[in-house]
């Protein structure tokens, strides 16, 4: 799933406030994120949009490229499953 990690800036997740310094590519891109690139927070599955220089905001996937759906919802399904284990144990 996840194929690089590429260091950033701490930033907080919008959704639990988590703060985030590495993304996830889910392709074979390495180069470090830039605006307008997708992140879904390890932490909570929160779905966000970089904002760099700033900050993460929320994002909506209805209105992501369309190629970009199915990785992005992968990965969020993967923190809600931990999550839920977590919760469990
Ligand atoms: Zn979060």
């Given at each position: ?16 406030g988590q703060m985030l310094d590495s993304a ?7 180069r470090p994120p830039i605006d ?54």
């Amino acid at each position: 799933m996840i194929k690089h990690e590429r260091i950033h800036q701490p930033i907080p997740c919008t959704g639990c406030g988590q703060m985030l310094d590495s993304a996830g590519g889910i392709n074979d891109d390495t180069r470090p994120p830039i605006d307008g690139d997708h992140v879904v927070c390890i932490g909570c599955g929160q779905l966000m949009e970089y904002k760099m220089e700033v900050s993460l905001i929320e994002a909506n996937i209805d209105d992501l490229p369309e190629e970009n759906r199915a990785g992005l919802l992968e990965m969020q399904a993967a923190v809600k499953l931990v999550n839920e284990a977590r919760a469990d144990s």
